[in-house]
Structure formats: C-alpha cells, structure tokens
Nanobody, 119 residues
Framework: VQLQESGPGLVKPSQTLSLTCTVS??????????WSWIRQPPGKGLEWIGY???????VYNPSLKSRTSISRDTSNNQFSLQLVSVTPEDTAVYYC????????????WGQGTQVTVSS
C-alpha cells in the first residue's frame, strides 16, 4: 500500500487548506481500515486531525472539528482534507495514513507534505 499527499505548499491566512491523498495498492472502500490525516507543526509532536471510514463516516479531533472536513473520491481511490480559516499556527507537515482496525495501528503513511500559512 502506498499513500501520496498532494496540494499547495503555501496558503494565505484566512483561506482554505486543501490536500488530497492518493492511495495505491489498496482500496479506500475496504473494510477494517480508516483513512486518516495527521500533522506535525515545527518543533512539536504529531497531531491527529481526523479520519474517514470505508462507510464514508468521519471522525475529527474535537479541537479542529469546527474547521475540518474529510471527504473521499472512491472512483479515484483518493481522500481529501479541507481546513478552513487557516492561521500561521496551521503551518505543519501534513501526513495521510491508514489505520488498521485489527491492530489499532497506523500501518501505512505517506511521505508528508509541508504546508506553510503565510501572507
């Protein structure tokens, strides 16, 4: 399984951050997996953003829930993140990853993409 993030590396404050994760080697519609977004701000630890299940249902980090939307495109085997009203505090490396429900682990990760929020 391979995951690859894509999207703009620079976003202006108050605008919307949009990223897409393209999955190969496995279907995002398969049961037993969640498809997740995670970020790491500079000098800080990992922060879980949310996930989308095979059913299409979503779960978000409560601290980001009001600004976050995760969706999917099953025909292209992709899932996407939108984070609205961004500030410089949203600057981070953003990762997509697969969660195995069976093992409760993040078993596959994308390489990450740097997103900087700056005017």
């Amino acid at each position: 399984v391979q995951l690859q993030e894509s999207g703009p590396g620079l976003v202006k404050p108050s605008q919307t951050l949009s990223l897409t994760c393209t999955v190969s080697g496995g279907s995002i519609s398969a049961n037993y997996y969640y498809w997740s977004w995670i970020r790491q701000p500079p000098g800080k630890g990992l922060e879980w953003i949310g996930y989308i299940a095979a059913s299409g249902s979503t779960v978000y980090n409560p601290s980001l829930k009001s600004r976050t939307s995760i969706s999917r495109d099953t025909s292209n085997n992709q899932f996407s993140l939108q984070l609205v009203s961004v500030t410089p505090e949203d600057t981070a490396v953003y990762y997509c990853a697969r969660i195995s429900i069976a093992t409760v682990t993040l078993d596959y990760w994308g390489q990450g993409t740097q997103v900087t929020v700056s005017s």
